[in-house]
């Protein structure tokens, strides 16, 4: 028998150690009245760009190269 530690952060429950275990082998979770502290969240490597890519309309690709001068010369 083997005792891990870990924590549920909410959806999944994540162990601190590595678990020595089989596939489909039986686990005794028990649940303590005891909290860890909460780490902050990392920050996503996404890029703004990455982000607003699926508003993107490759349609608009070619008025988007001369929208800045068109719009120069309307004001």
Known sequence: MLALEGYYDGENVQTLGKIHAQKNQKLIITILDE????????????????????????????QEESAWEKAVLEK
């Open 35 to 62: 909290f860890v502290e909460e780490l902050p969240k990392k920050k996503s490597a996404q890029t703004v760009r990455g982000m607003l890519a699926k508003y993107a309309d490759p349609n608009l690709r070619d």
